[in-house]
């Protein structure tokens, strides 16, 4: 049965089968304080990307962002009002390679703009991922971004703009195919 959380973990709710929350806890806070969940992280991504038959570091992929209502108890100091989606609360960018494994994350107040976001995520996914090329974006990236990638980056930021009549916010330039010939 899986464990359900409302707000994060309850330590002291940890599962019966599971050794006592304090050692529990105290495994958690090593492994984080010597970045070693980032660690278990990239180990798992390059392992799943090795048995789909891709180099374990990727070539190219996808950045978005989503605006997420934050409570009352989120410190309006973190949280914003974004206008276009008329969300009160925080914003999740997103990196991830063309399997849709994660490369890079950032939460920001919802005010602050995908652009001015991008340009700080993307300087640490490019320092983390050196064989990063090409990233698609929706139209949310525009303008001098694109350059600021090609000149400082040495990424090339596609713009992928939607068609009439196309629910997604983005399209794979493959045809929506994980075929070997797309980018990796």
């Known amino acids: 049965m899986p464990l359900l959380v409302d707000n994060g973990i309850k330590w002291r709710a940890m599962p019966a089968d599971f050794p006592p929350w304090d050692r529990v806890y105290a495994f958690f806070r090593r492994w984080r304080d010597h970045w070693l969940v980032k660690e278990f992280h990239d180990r798992l991504r390059a392992r799943i990307r090795e048995r789909e038959g891709r180099d374990t570091e990727p070539t190219a992929g996808v950045i978005d962002s989503q605006s997420v209502k934050a409570d009352a108890v989120v410190g309006s100091d973190s949280r ?105």
């Open 80 to 184: 914003g009002f974004d206008g276009g989606k008329l969300v009160n609360g925080r914003k999740r960018h997103v990196v991830v390679d063309t399997l849709g494994l994660l490369l890079g994350v950032m939460v920001t107040a919802a005010d602050v703009g995908d652009r001015t976001a991008a340009q700080l995520l993307l300087g640490q996914v490019t320092d983390a991922h050196h064989r990063l090329e090409l990233l698609w974006a929706d139209g949310g990236y525009t303008g001098s971004l694109v350059e600021y990638c090609l000149t400082v980056l040495a990424l090339v930021l596609a713009i992928v703009k939607r068609s009439d009549g196309f629910a997604a916010s983005w399209c794979c330039p493959s045809g929506g195919s994980s075929s070997a010939s797309s980018p990796t």
